[in-house]
């Protein structure tokens, strides 16, 4: 089974870099996901990650390390708009595409 | 335009009424999904489907069935939904040949 921890809410300023953190425990790991989530919204893809290293797409990159079972997600140069939940996902290597989720990270971008 | 729909977006319902929550996508995605959330438990998987007449249970498949007659559709239903099933439902879609799910836009649901 999957347990996958991120810290439940953070806070930062219009502007600025925030970073996200996920660790998870797995049987078996086959990719990690991250997603945004605005209030009341659908959740929507931001990242993919199954090797280790960085991947940068725009204001925001991910990174992953499989040894020690940890992801971040950065995302630089804060817009109101980024205010909204992120959520961490790990896809089991036990089926096709079956994603556990994380409980999210509500960020609150202030000005 | 891509996307998954759902139908209702909205719902109140009575205990023990049955009822049908549908999904559609236009990508002619092979894997659908359902997912119920609440606050504190994040998302968790209902039910999956592979392809037309292949399901599997998800996490919580307790008190739902679904089906999966044609590729684009995948509703979910509640034979006699409860109190407890009260939550923001979402369907998600995927393609064989791609990592990003498409999720609905949900349905809100609301058993008194």
């Known amino acids: 089974g999957q347990n996958i921890d991120q810290p439940t809410e953070m806070t930062a300023t219009e502007g600025a870099i925030v970073q996200i953190n996920c660790t998870y425990q797995?049987?078996?790991?086959?990719?990690l996901f991250w997603y945004q989530q605005h209030a009341g919204e659908a959740p929507t893809f931001l990242s993919y990650?199954?090797?280790?290293g960085l991947e940068e797409k725009g204001r925001f990159s991910s990174f992953l390390s499989r040894s020690k079972g940890y992801s971040y997600l950065l995302l630089k140069e804060l817009q109101m708009k980024d205010s909204a939940s992120y959520l961490c996902?790990?896809?089991?290597?036990?089926?096709?595409?079956?994603?556990?989720f994380g409980t999210g990270t509500r960020l609150l971008v202030s000005p | 335009e891509a996307q998954v729909t759902q139908n209702p977006r909205y719902l109140i319902t009575v205990t023990g009424k049955k009822l049908t929550v549908t999904c559609s996508q236009n990508?002619?995605?092979?894997?659908m999904s359902w997912y119920r959330q609440d606050p504190g438990l994040g998302l968790r998987q209902i039910y999956y489907?592979?392809?037309?007449?292949?399901?599997d249970k998800g996490d919580v498949p307790e008190g739902y069935k679904v089906s999966r007659k044609e590729k684009r559709n995948f509703p979910l239903i509640l034979e006699s939904p409860s109190p407890n099933q009260t939550s923001l439902y979402f369907c998600?879609?995927?393609?064989?040949?791609?990592?990003?799910?498409?999720f609905g836009p949900g349905t809100r649901l609301t058993v008194t």
């Open positions: 990508m002619n995605h092979e894997y």
């Open positions: 996902a790990v896809k089991e290597n036990t089926g096709f595409q079956k994603l556990v």
């Open positions: 998600a879609s995927l393609g064989l040949a791609g990592h990003e799910q498409y």
């Open positions: 797995t049987s078996g790991f086959n990719g």
């Open positions: 990650n199954v090797l280790d």
């Open positions: 489907s592979m392809n037309v007449e292949v399901t």
